[in-house]
């Protein structure tokens, strides 16, 4: 496997900002039976939602603008605090994959991720999200965003992660599910997305 990108903060003040926030949550005595790491894509979903398709407390721990190897600094901080959560859930890469990032050093990212996240809150189902369709960035196309889904299918075998397949959610036309930019999504989205969870997580 490539080696990852080194684990870094995030680049804007607002994001260090909001990453003190979550920390802030954390250090009130947060307790959250399951937990939800990643990008906008994450940070974006309702924590009602997320509870409701896991059936567990949650905790929306994302953060716009993550790439890979910001979650994994975000989660060295974040380590610090005993969680026991039942569930995780990881949905990051899209940023990392509109950096270029190949599908090799992104898996390898999100390799080294499930890794800590397992040895810092141990959680005994880990779910590993896919990136949904989105307008192709500057100098990447459809084929690049399927062979990095299909090499996070491969990490998900590998490492015994749950796959929530976003574009197996979002079906064949994405395009209701997502917002004007082509890139996050709306609540119809999110209402797909959660009824994928839930039969990933509830159904056995």
């Known amino acids: ?64 603008g993550d790439r890979v190897q910001t979650t994994r600094w975000r989660l060295s901080a974040m380590a610090a605090f005993a969680l026991r959560p039942r569930l995780a859930l990881v949905m990051v890469g899209t940023n990392s994959f509109a950096d270029g990032d190949a599908a090799e050093t992104i898996a390898a990212g999100i390799d080294a991720l499930v890794t800590a996240l397992r040895a810092a809150w141990a959680p005994p189902t880990l779910v590993l999200a896919t990136v949904p369709w989105r307008g192709s960035p500057p100098g ?18 590998a490492r015994a992660l749950r796959l929530l397949d976003g574009d197996a959610a979002l079906g064949p036309d994405p395009a209701p599910g997502l917002d004007a930019d082509r890139l996050h999504l709306n609540a119809h989205g999110y209402a797909a997305l959660s009824g994928a969870l839930a039969g990933l997580v509830r159904g056995g």
């Open 1 to 64: 496997m490539s080696a990852p990108r080194p684990p870094a903060p995030p680049a804007k003040a607002s994001g260090l900002k909001r990453h003190r926030a979550l920390l802030a949550r954390l250090a009130a005595g947060a307790a959250p039976e399951a937990v939800a790491l990643g990008d906008s894509l994450v940070a974006g979903w309702p924590e009602p939602d997320l509870a409701a398709a896991t059936g567990l407390a949650t905790l929306n721990l994302g953060l716009p």
């Open 140 to 157: 990447r196309s459809e084929a690049d965003r399927l062979a990095l889904n299909a090499a996070l299918g491969d990490l998900a075998r």
